[in-house]
């Protein structure tokens, strides 16, 4: 417990008494010129609470996502037996700019308290309803796709709704008199052409003779050489996507303090198609974040 001084009248002999060494109330002045972030940082100085760079988030790291947090006031508290330290996180905000409960709770169990000061305002309007068959955010929105590059490839194609066969055979000439039987493993149409996918390597001659003669544009998937976040780049790339492998950042909070929460996952996000692909593991205390945004996420293997 502390003593918060506000306008200097507790007595200097009165004070000094319970300032003596021994004393289980220390007395916390508010000086002339003071800011509410320099009383409030003298006050959690006092209760033993060690400041952390202002400059900087907190993060939690956990199953490959980031969980960026910054605040008005961001303190260590005493360290406990085993050299435990909880962090303890102080935002004014508004009633838009509220942290989700779920991550609230989320944080907690890793060891954050989030201690949000609601700042006087008008009241938001009343949220209309989810719609049907919409899952809540405690639902698990995270679907998994097969590791097999095969099936990997053909749950990207349907994703995009496209029609495609397998095993595909065709005859195409390669001269005068002479024909060829090969296999395409797999054959669709996509941008006004024919696409063949081979997941071997293809002779000259022969993709020649398909792009030229059967007007089919051939592409090699050697899956040998290439992991499963080759595949699709390669994949995205020829379905016309502009994207990469790469982490992308998404406020968990609405309002003017959208950089208060940020959480940070690494793959191919297709803005157009409102999915993202990843490899990692997504905790289930910050998969309601997605469903909230819309998103759907599926973890390739």
Request: glycine share 10%.
């Amino acid at each position: 417990k502390v003593i918060l001084d506000a306008s200097g009248k507790i007595p200097a002999s009165l004070k000094s008494k319970l300032e003596s060494p021994g004393s289980a109330t220390p007395v916390v002045s508010v000086k002339k010129g003071d800011t509410l972030h320099d009383t409030v940082s003298s006050l959690l100085a006092r209760l033993g609470y060690q400041s952390l760079p202002a400059n900087r988030p907190v993060e939690v790291r956990d199953g490959g996502v980031g969980v960026q947090v910054k605040g008005e006031w961001m303190v260590a508290g005493p360290e406990e037996s085993g050299g435990k330290q909880d962090v303890i996180i102080i935002n004014l905000t508004d009633a838009a700019g509220r942290t989700p409960d779920y991550l609230r709770d989320y944080l907690s169990l890793k060891g954050m308290s989030l201690k949000e000061i609601m700042l006087p305002g008008p009241p938001l309007p009343m949220a209309p309803p989810s719609p049907a068959g919409r899952p809540e955010a405690s639902g698990n929105p995270i679907e998994t796709w097969p590791r097999d590059k095969g099936a990997l490839t053909d749950a990207l194609l349907k994703s995009y709704g496209i029609d495609f066969t397998s095993a595909h055979q065709i005859s195409v000439a390669l001269r005068e008199g002479i024909r060829l039987e090969t296999k395409v493993d797999r054959l669709f149409e996509f941008g006004g052409g024919k696409v063949a996918l081979v997941f071997r390597a293809v002779g000259d001659e022969t993709r020649k003779a398909l792009q030229e003669r059967e007007k089919i544009r051939v592409v090699e998937l050697d899956f040998a050489s290439l992991s499963s976040r080759d595949l699709l780049s390669r994949l995205s790339n020829l379905l016309g996507e502009k994207t990469s492998y790469r982490e992308h950042r998404f406020s968990a909070v609405e309002g003017t303090a959208k950089d208060k929460m940020v959480v940070s996952v690494a793959g191919f996000l297709l803005s157009g198609r409102s999915l993202l692909l990843t490899d990692r593991e997504v905790p289930k205390g910050v998969q309601g974040l997605f469903v909230e945004k819309g998103l759907r996420v599926v973890r390739f293997q």
